[in-house]
Protein backbone atom coordinates (compact mmCIF):
# COMPACT_ATOMS: atom_id res chain seq x y z
CA UNK A 1 0.00 0.00 0.00
CA UNK A 2 2.77 2.05 0.91
CA UNK A 3 4.46 1.92 -2.39
CA UNK A 4 0.92 2.77 -4.43
CA UNK A 5 0.68 5.88 -2.41
CA UNK A 6 4.87 6.59 -2.91
CA UNK A 7 3.68 6.19 -6.91
CA UNK A 8 0.83 8.94 -6.08
CA UNK A 9 3.13 11.41 -4.32
CA UNK A 10 5.64 11.10 -7.54
CA UNK A 11 2.62 11.49 -9.78
CA UNK A 12 1.43 14.79 -7.90
CA UNK A 13 5.19 16.01 -8.20
CA UNK A 14 5.13 15.78 -11.92
CA UNK A 15 2.02 17.51 -12.21
CA UNK A 16 3.62 20.22 -9.55
CA UNK A 17 6.62 20.68 -12.14
CA UNK A 18 3.99 20.78 -15.34
CA UNK A 19 1.34 22.69 -13.90
CA UNK A 20 1.21 26.26 -12.93
CA UNK A 21 0.25 25.72 -9.23
CA UNK A 22 0.60 28.94 -6.89
CA UNK A 23 2.87 27.95 -3.67
CA UNK A 24 1.63 29.43 -0.50
CA UNK A 25 4.98 30.56 0.82
CA UNK A 26 3.17 33.15 3.26
CA UNK A 27 1.81 29.96 4.97
CA UNK A 28 4.99 28.47 5.01
CA UNK A 29 6.87 32.02 6.51
CA UNK A 30 4.06 32.11 9.30
CA UNK A 31 5.45 29.14 10.87
CA UNK A 32 9.15 29.63 10.13
CA UNK A 33 11.87 31.97 11.45
CA UNK A 34 14.06 33.64 8.46
CA UNK A 35 16.61 31.10 8.64
CA UNK A 36 14.12 28.03 8.27
CA UNK A 37 12.12 29.43 6.00
CA UNK A 38 15.60 30.12 3.95
CA UNK A 39 15.55 26.37 4.37
CA UNK A 40 12.04 25.77 2.86
CA UNK A 41 12.91 28.13 0.04
CA UNK A 42 15.72 25.49 -0.78
CA UNK A 43 13.20 22.89 -1.47
CA UNK A 44 12.13 22.04 -5.22
CA UNK A 45 8.65 23.27 -5.82
CA UNK A 46 6.81 19.98 -5.36
CA UNK A 47 8.79 19.45 -2.08
CA UNK A 48 7.18 22.82 -1.09
CA UNK A 49 3.67 21.55 -1.99
CA UNK A 50 3.92 18.30 -0.11
CA UNK A 51 5.44 20.17 2.91
CA UNK A 52 2.17 22.54 2.86
CA UNK A 53 0.12 19.94 2.22
CA UNK A 54 1.33 18.32 5.38
CA UNK A 55 0.82 21.20 7.28
CA UNK A 56 -2.72 21.74 6.39
CA UNK A 57 -3.08 17.67 7.40
CA UNK A 58 -1.41 18.32 10.70
CA UNK A 59 -3.10 21.48 11.35
CA UNK A 60 -7.01 19.46 10.56
CA UNK A 61 -6.50 17.56 13.73
CA UNK A 62 -5.79 21.14 15.95
CA UNK A 63 -5.34 24.48 14.79
CA UNK A 64 -2.90 26.11 15.30
CA UNK A 65 -0.66 22.92 15.43
CA UNK A 66 2.02 23.04 17.99
CA UNK A 67 5.19 25.14 16.81
CA UNK A 68 7.61 22.69 16.55
CA UNK A 69 5.20 20.18 14.70
CA UNK A 70 4.05 22.77 11.95
CA UNK A 71 7.76 23.23 11.30
CA UNK A 72 8.88 20.06 10.81
CA UNK A 73 5.84 19.46 8.85
CA UNK A 74 6.73 22.21 6.58
CA UNK A 75 10.72 21.08 6.77
CA UNK A 76 11.07 17.43 7.75
CA UNK A 77 12.13 16.52 3.93
CA UNK A 78 14.74 20.17 3.64
CA UNK A 79 17.76 16.97 4.00
CA UNK A 80 16.72 15.86 0.73
CA UNK A 81 18.47 19.18 -0.70
CA UNK A 82 21.72 17.59 0.02
CA UNK A 83 21.63 15.17 -2.61
CA UNK A 84 19.10 16.28 -4.99
CA UNK A 85 17.40 13.08 -6.85
CA UNK A 86 15.19 13.63 -10.00
CA UNK A 87 11.62 12.15 -9.72
CA UNK A 88 12.18 8.81 -11.15
CA UNK A 89 15.18 8.70 -8.78
CA UNK A 90 12.49 9.12 -5.77
CA UNK A 91 10.36 6.43 -7.23
CA UNK A 92 13.27 3.89 -7.90
CA UNK A 93 14.40 3.13 -3.70
CA UNK A 94 10.61 2.76 -3.26
CA UNK A 95 9.97 0.12 -6.27
CA UNK A 96 13.40 -1.92 -5.29
CA UNK A 97 12.28 -1.31 -1.54
CA UNK A 98 9.38 -3.59 -2.20
CA UNK A 99 11.07 -5.88 -4.40
CA UNK A 100 14.42 -6.59 -3.33
CA UNK A 101 14.44 -5.17 0.23
CA UNK A 102 18.28 -6.36 0.95
CA UNK A 103 19.59 -4.93 -2.49
CA UNK A 104 17.82 -1.15 -1.32
CA UNK A 105 19.08 -1.65 2.29
CA UNK A 106 22.78 -2.58 0.47
CA UNK A 107 22.40 0.59 -1.64
CA UNK A 108 21.32 2.99 0.82
CA UNK A 109 25.08 2.24 3.11
CA UNK A 110 26.68 3.32 -0.40
CA UNK A 111 28.71 7.00 -1.37
CA UNK A 112 25.26 9.81 -1.67
CA UNK A 113 27.85 11.24 -4.82
CA UNK A 114 27.96 8.24 -6.84
CA UNK A 115 24.70 8.61 -8.84
CA UNK A 116 23.61 5.03 -9.34
CA UNK A 117 23.26 4.92 -5.46
CA UNK A 118 22.38 8.54 -4.55
CA UNK A 119 18.70 7.80 -4.34
CA UNK A 120 18.74 4.76 -2.15
CA UNK A 121 21.06 7.03 0.17
CA UNK A 122 18.50 10.39 0.32
CA UNK A 123 15.67 7.81 1.11
CA UNK A 124 17.43 6.29 4.41
CA UNK A 125 19.55 9.26 4.94
CA UNK A 126 17.39 12.60 4.32
CA UNK A 127 15.83 12.63 7.66
CA UNK A 128 19.04 12.69 9.42
CA UNK A 129 19.92 15.26 7.24
CA UNK A 130 16.94 17.22 7.81
CA UNK A 131 17.84 17.15 11.72
CA UNK A 132 20.96 18.53 11.14
CA UNK A 133 20.16 21.12 8.65
CA UNK A 134 17.42 22.60 11.45
CA UNK A 135 20.22 22.76 14.25
CA UNK A 136 22.61 24.45 12.09
CA UNK A 137 19.61 26.68 11.62
CA UNK A 138 18.85 27.35 14.66
CA UNK A 139 15.30 25.20 15.11
CA UNK A 140 14.35 24.08 18.50
CA UNK A 141 14.81 20.63 19.83
CA UNK A 142 11.41 19.77 19.19
CA UNK A 143 11.38 20.43 15.43
CA UNK A 144 14.79 18.79 15.20
CA UNK A 145 13.57 15.63 16.23
CA UNK A 146 10.58 15.34 14.65
CA UNK A 147 12.33 15.75 11.54
CA UNK A 148 14.71 13.33 12.23
CA UNK A 149 12.55 11.01 13.19
CA UNK A 150 9.55 11.37 10.95
CA UNK A 151 10.61 8.00 8.97
CA UNK A 152 11.57 5.82 11.67
CA UNK A 153 9.26 3.12 13.25
CA UNK A 154 6.97 4.78 15.59
CA UNK A 155 6.68 1.62 18.10
CA UNK A 156 10.56 2.32 18.66
CA UNK A 157 9.41 6.20 20.08
CA UNK A 158 6.31 4.98 22.11
CA UNK A 159 7.75 6.28 25.79
CA UNK A 160 9.42 9.72 23.85
CA UNK A 161 7.23 12.91 25.01
CA UNK A 162 7.03 13.67 21.04
CA UNK A 163 5.63 10.26 20.18
CA UNK A 164 1.93 11.49 19.89
CA UNK A 165 3.27 14.52 17.17
CA UNK A 166 5.64 12.28 15.79
CA UNK A 167 2.41 10.07 14.87
CA UNK A 168 0.67 12.59 13.38
CA UNK A 169 3.46 14.12 11.46
CA UNK A 170 3.95 10.58 10.17
CA UNK A 171 0.08 10.51 9.06
CA UNK A 172 0.20 13.88 7.25
CA UNK A 173 3.52 12.49 5.86
CA UNK A 174 2.14 9.39 4.52
CA UNK A 175 -1.51 10.25 3.04
CA UNK A 176 -0.04 13.51 1.45
Known amino acids: ?3 VYRLGQGLRALAAQLLPVRIDT ?26 LRVLRAVQRHADPAPPALAAAALLHDVGK ?13 VLVRAAAPALAQ ?14 FVVYVHHPRWSGDLLT ?3 AD ?6 AAH ?25 TH
Not at 35 to 50: G, I, N, Y
Not at 141 to 146: G, K, S
Open 1 to 3: MRT
Open 26 to 51: EAAAAHLSPPLFALFMRLKRSEQLHA
Open 81 to 93: TCYPVSLAGKTLP
Open 106 to 119: RLSAGDPRHPLVRP
Open 136 to 138: AAG
Open 141 to 146: ADTVWL
Open 150 to 174: HADSPAQWRDHPLYPLLIRLQHADD
